[in-house]
């Protein structure tokens, strides 16, 4: 049963503390991303990642931190410095192209 | 200005009806359009990308896009209460994504 898991589904940061959310996929793809879903706003990109081990920065990364040690894997960190965090996270995965993106089931991220 | 403008709704129609669903945009670099449904509290689910203008139909839904209007549509024919759930578009252009803020769809039974 392919498909993206994100883990955990809520999550509670409390003040100056670093928190990890988890993208898990077994679709083979080479591509991941993470986004911030708030009210009112579009999806917005944190950070991507087209191949293990290299990783670019999106439209919001600041306070944000990834790794990408495995195809399957793209952890992301939200830092202490990250002032404004409440938001739904979401971790997507692609084969061909951006345009093709499959979604996780997302974290809600809420503070303490 | 915003790249991408969506209605936020709600979008309110009964059983059966045809919806239809519209994102316009300024920037005529945008080469590809998705749309994407997402259930309350759950992640986007794909349902349709096209590159060029025109229609592309699969079961219930057509994208249409007018790039020379730079506007896009979602119709949806015999809508049924399980399409109730918040549309995005999002379009892609040298290898720039931009997300709609998505309209949400009720229909009544």
């Known amino acids: 049963d392919g498909g993206i898991t994100q883990s955990p589904k809520y999550l509670f940061r409390k003040e100056g503390q670093n928190v990890t959310l988890s993208c898990e996929q077994n679709?083979?793809?080479?591509?991941m991303y993470w986004y911030r879903q708030d009210p009112g706003q579009g999806l917005r990109l944190i950070y991507y990642s087209q191949i293990v081990n290299d990783f670019q920065k999106g439209d919001i990364a600041e306070g944000y931190s990834v790794s990408r040690e495995k195809k399957e894997s793209f952890p992301l960190t939200v830092t202490s410095a990250q002032k404004n965090p409440t938001a739904f996270y979401l971790c997507?995965?692609?084969?061909?192209?951006?345009?093709?993106?499959?979604f996780g089931p997302g974290t809600r991220l809420l503070v303490l | 200005q915003k790249e991408v403008e969506q209605d936020p709704g709600p979008l309110s129609v009964p059983e059966g009806a045809i919806v239809s669903l519209n994102c316009t945009y300024s920037n005529s670099a945008f080469q590809y359009f998705m749309w994407y449904r997402q259930y309350s509290r759950k992640g986007p689910e794909l349902l349709m990308y096209?590159?060029?203008?025109g229609n592309k139909e699969d079961g219930r839904f057509t994208a249409q896009v007018d790039k020379s209007s730079k506007y896009i549509s979602l119709f949806i024919r015999d809508s049924q209460p399980s399409d109730s759930a918040t549309y995005l578009c999002a379009l892609l252009g040298f290898q720039k994504l931009v997300f709609g803020t998505g309209t949400r769809l009720l229909v009544s039974p």
């Open positions: 096209t590159y060029s203008s």
């Open positions: 679709l083979n793809h080479d591509a």
């Open positions: 997507a995965s692609s084969q061909q192209g951006m345009e093709t993106q499959y």
